[in-house]
């Protein structure tokens, strides 16, 4: 096999541009899809995956023996032991050699289990401590003998905020802070963003002020349904047929609205409209530079990211050229209007091998499903899963005899990857059904659950930087390059449609890029 050489950074560098929302930190709802139920017939789930989607204490679970699909894998032309690639063969052996060889780990060592019960104390004796406020930690201490561990953590957090807000606004010390401190009702506005975040934080305000019988009030807020205008509907309608998915035209639909709220509001010539009624028809190329100068404006304060812009005003030149192509405008306003400059391109923190081994050991010490956690995390770091995947795997994807996956990915394409042996040990070892979600069942938001543990564990690892799960995605496809891997292959692997979407995930470090600039040499320069 052929080593990535800097002409494979140069081709994945400059491979022609075809971006892929994908490249996103975090991943699109969009990609979502209804999942069948892994229920027995008792409308029981098995105890693991209750307690994982739940956050309950954990259960022994005993492994059972599950079936499989006798699916042919085809992605990689995997047929017995030989996988056909651009003209070369790679084995399975091969192929899994390279995953497991992905992270370099110590020998394993003997972790105690503390499950829920162990990550509370740590949370005690870690994150609460370290907040300065002797009246918070205390009830915090109180609240995390009740509360389910996600929920505390999001509390501890939640306080943590508050604690900054009330000593900014008392222009007191956070150590200093008294009863007294904690009894204006306004400074609790900012915090109570739910239900939960209110009755936790009433509580609080009680004890704080125990004999006045006062409580903080919380009236949720309503969403007012966002009215666009006619030219707006029709233009989502045609994305739809197009097969656009739902998440993105419910991006398209947030983005006309921020457009045409401003343009009511700032240009002359739509404030007399509500934004319901506003006439497209009249917007011009001006109206268009005009938004444009004041997006740039904007970045240059700092006020929005040069990344998040470019992409806001390619998708308001999208609405109008799509427009004029369907003869609803009879110029194309967007013709000779460059996007703003920007680069797809955002640098990631990528996680080190001392790193992910101290993240796996902290989910098998304190995790409340030790199993699905390692499970779920072990295929983002060694098949470079999505969360979305994740979300609608299913037993049937796992063949048994092959030992690879079969699934269907964002974009609604089919792969299939070989297993690495010690995550095919943990699907044995997993609560087997013959069918139904691995992960979860109808309506549990899987993603939700992943990004709350992922802080957690991370956390407790010490993580230098830790972004979300998709973070491991990153690092699956940047340590691929360091191995023995031809673009096209390492493409594949990344289940990308191009070349140029998969070097959006490549990330080397400062060290990386100064060794590499060492090694060039120039014709010129005396040996």
Same mark, same amino acid.
């Given at each position: 096999?052929?080593?990535?050489?800097?002409?494979?950074?140069?081709?994945?560098?400059?491979?022609?541009?075809?971006?892929?929302?994908?490249?996103?930190?975090?991943?699109?709802?969009?990609?979502?899809?209804?999942?069948?139920?892994?229920?027995?017939?008792?409308?029981?789930?098995?105890?693991?995956?209750?307690?994982?989607?739940?956050?309950?204490?954990?259960?022994? &679970?005993?492994?059972?023996?599950?079936?499989?699909?006798?699916? &042919?894998? @085809?992605?990689?032309?995997?047929?017995?032991?030989?996988?056909?690639?651009?003209?070369?063969?790679?084995?399975?052996?091969? *192929?899994?050699?390279? /995953?497991?060889?992905?992270?370099?780990?110590?020998?394993? @060592?003997?972790?105690?289990?503390?499950?829920?019960?162990?990550?509370?104390?740590?949370?005690?004796?870690?994150?609460?401590?370290?907040?300065?406020?002797?009246?918070?930690?205390?009830?915090?201490?109180?609240?995390?003998?009740? *509360?389910?561990?996600? /929920?505390?953590?999001?509390?501890?957090?939640?306080?943590?905020?508050?604690?900054? *807000?009330?000593?900014?606004?008392?222009?007191?010390?956070?150590?200093?802070?008294?009863?007294?401190?904690?009894?204006?009702?306004?400074?609790?506005?900012?915090?109570?963003?739910?239900?939960?975040?209110?009755?936790?934080?009433?509580?609080?305000?009680?004890? /704080?002020?125990?004999?006045?019988?006062?409580?903080?009030?919380?009236?949720?807020?309503?969403?007012?349904?966002?009215?666009?205008?006619?030219?707006?509907?029709?233009?989502?309608?045609?994305?739809?047929? @197009?097969?656009?998915?739902?998440?993105?035209?419910?991006?398209? @639909?947030?983005?006309?609205?921020?457009?045409?709220?401003?343009?009511?509001?700032?240009?002359?010539?739509?404030?007399?409209?509500?934004?319901?009624?506003?006439?497209?028809?009249?917007?011009?190329?001006?109206?268009?530079?005009?938004?444009?100068?004041?997006?740039?404006?904007?970045?240059?304060?700092?006020?929005?990211?040069?990344?998040?812009?470019?992409?806001?005003?390619?998708?308001?030149?999208?609405?109008?050229?799509?427009?004029?192509?369907?003869?609803?405008?009879?110029?194309?306003?967007?013709?000779?209007?460059?996007?703003?400059?920007?680069?797809?391109?955002?640098?990631?923190?990528?996680?080190?091998?001392?790193?992910?081994?101290?993240?796996?050991?902290?989910?098998?010490?304190?995790?409340?499903?030790?199993?699905?956690?390692?499970?779920?995390?072990?295929? /983002?770091?060694?098949?470079?899963?999505?969360?979305?995947?994740?979300?609608?795997?299913?037993?049937?994807?796992?063949?048994?005899?092959?030992?690879?996956?079969?699934?269907?990915?964002?974009?609604?394409?089919?792969?299939?990857?070989?297993?690495?042996?010690?995550?095919?040990?943990?699907?044995?070892?997993?609560?087997?059904?013959?069918?139904?979600?691995?992960?979860?069942?109808?309506?549990?938001?899987?993603?939700?659950?992943?990004?709350?543990?992922?802080?957690?564990?991370?956390?407790?690892?010490?993580?230098?930087?830790?972004?979300?799960?998709?973070?491991?995605?990153?690092?699956?496809?940047?340590?691929?390059?360091?191995?023995?891997?031809?673009?096209?292959?390492?493409?594949?692997?990344?289940?990308?449609?191009?070349?140029?979407?998969?070097?959006?995930?490549?990330?080397?470090?400062?060290?990386?890029?100064?060794?590499?600039?060492?090694?060039?040499?120039?014709?010129?320069?005396?040996?």
């Amino acid at each position: 096999m052929s080593k990535v050489t800097n002409d494979t950074f140069e081709q994945l560098s400059f491979d022609s541009i075809d971006w892929d929302t994908d490249a996103s930190a975090n991943e699109d709802p969009s990609d979502r899809e209804t999942p069948t139920s892994t229920c027995n017939e008792m409308g029981e789930f098995p105890e693991e995956l209750t307690t994982f989607l739940s956050g309950t204490r954990e259960k022994k &679970i005993h492994a059972k023996n599950g079936s499989f699909n006798p699916i &042919i894998s @085809q992605e990689l032309g995997l047929k017995s032991k030989m996988l056909a690639h651009n003209g070369e063969k790679f084995t399975k052996e091969e *192929l899994i050699s390279i /995953m497991e060889s992905l992270f370099r780990s110590s020998p394993p @060592q003997k972790v105690i289990p503390l499950g829920e019960d162990g990550l509370k104390q740590w949370f005690r004796d870690n994150l609460i401590m370290e907040l300065e406020a002797k009246l918070i930690r205390q009830f915090l201490v109180q609240r995390s003998y009740r *509360l389910q561990y996600r /929920m505390l953590f999001q509390l501890i957090l939640r306080f943590k905020d508050f604690e900054a *807000l009330v000593s900014k606004a008392t222009r007191k010390k956070a150590s200093d802070l008294g009863r007294e401190d904690f009894l204006q009702p306004a400074l609790y506005e900012e915090v109570i963003t739910s239900q939960f975040y209110h009755e936790n934080f009433d509580l609080f305000y009680k004890q /704080m002020n125990p004999f006045s019988g006062n409580a903080l009030t919380y009236r949720p807020k309503k969403r007012s349904e966002i009215k666009l205008p006619p030219a707006v509907h029709s233009f989502l309608a045609y994305k739809k047929r @197009q097969g656009t998915k739902p998440d993105r035209l419910k991006k398209f @639909q947030y983005e006309l609205h921020r457009y045409l709220r401003w343009s009511c509001n700032m240009l002359n010539d739509f404030r007399v409209y509500s934004m319901e009624n506003v006439p497209i028809t009249l917007f011009t190329q001006e109206h268009l530079k005009t938004y444009k100068n004041y997006l740039i404006k904007c970045i240059q304060s700092g006020r929005f990211t040069e990344n998040g812009s470019m992409k806001h005003f390619k998708n308001i030149k999208t609405f109008f050229s799509t427009l004029y192509h369907m003869r609803y405008m009879k110029n194309d306003i967007t013709r000779g209007i460059k996007n703003i400059q920007g680069d797809d391109y955002q640098s990631r923190y990528m996680p080190t091998d001392k790193e992910i081994e101290t993240f796996f050991t902290a989910i098998e010490r304190y995790s409340d499903t030790p199993l699905l956690d390692k499970l779920a995390f072990g295929l /983002m770091v060694f098949l470079g899963f999505r969360s979305c995947e994740l979300e609608r795997l299913q037993w049937s994807n796992i063949n048994w005899s092959l030992e690879d996956v079969k699934f269907t990915a964002k974009g609604g394409n089919t792969h299939s990857l070989p297993i690495p042996s010690h995550l095919m040990d943990l699907l044995k070892e997993v609560a087997q059904k013959e069918n139904g979600l691995i992960f979860g069942k109808h309506a549990q938001p899987l993603r939700d659950i992943l990004a709350s543990k992922y802080r957690i564990f991370t956390r407790i690892a010490e993580w230098k930087e830790a972004s979300g799960p998709h973070q491991l995605r990153h690092a699956y496809i940047t340590r691929l390059t360091k191995q023995e891997v031809v673009p096209k292959l390492l493409k594949r692997l990344a289940r990308h449609e191009s070349l140029s979407t998969t070097s959006l995930y490549i990330h080397r470090t400062e060290e990386e890029v100064g060794d590499k600039a060492k090694q060039v040499s120039f014709p010129w320069e005396v040996k």
